[in-house]
């Protein structure tokens, strides 16, 4: 599979963002996919995950209220809406295919290459 994130843009505190993670190639519905993301000079953060096929959703406290998680599987596509961003929002946004559903981004063999998110104070 490949994974072509988008989305990401310049946003100023208080605003919204929705990302997209578009799939090529197979796509397993029993597969989680993941947003992650990665401030410069951090390690990198689970921000929320997912099956393919819907159902169980996770997100992490630190945007749990102010991010959500959903998926077209017509269109193969996860979505990643923000609202409410703040400047610790800022990083590079990347989604991920795993076969087991977990935070631990070492258990994501798939990765997209990733869309910068940043917000101004």
């Known amino acids: 599979v490949q994974l072509q994130a988008s989305g990401g843009g310049l946003v100023q505190a208080g605003g919204s963002l929705r990302l997209s993670c578009v799939a090529s190639?197979?796509?397993?519905?029993?597969?989680?996919i993941g947003w992650f993301r990665q401030a410069p000079g951090s390690e990198r953060e689970f921000v929320a995950a997912m099956f393919w096929s819907g159902g169980t959703t996770l997100h992490a406290d630190s945007v749990k209220g102010r991010f959500t998680i959903s998926r077209d599987n017509a269109k193969n596509t996860v979505y990643l809406q923000m609202n409410s961003l703040k400047p610790e929002d800022t990083a590079i946004y990347y989604c991920a295919e795993s076969f087991v559903f977990t935070t631990n981004y070492n258990q994501y063999n798939y990765w997209g290459q990733g869309t910068q998110v940043t917000v101004s104070s």
């Open positions: 190639g197979r796509v397993f519905g029993n597969y989680v």
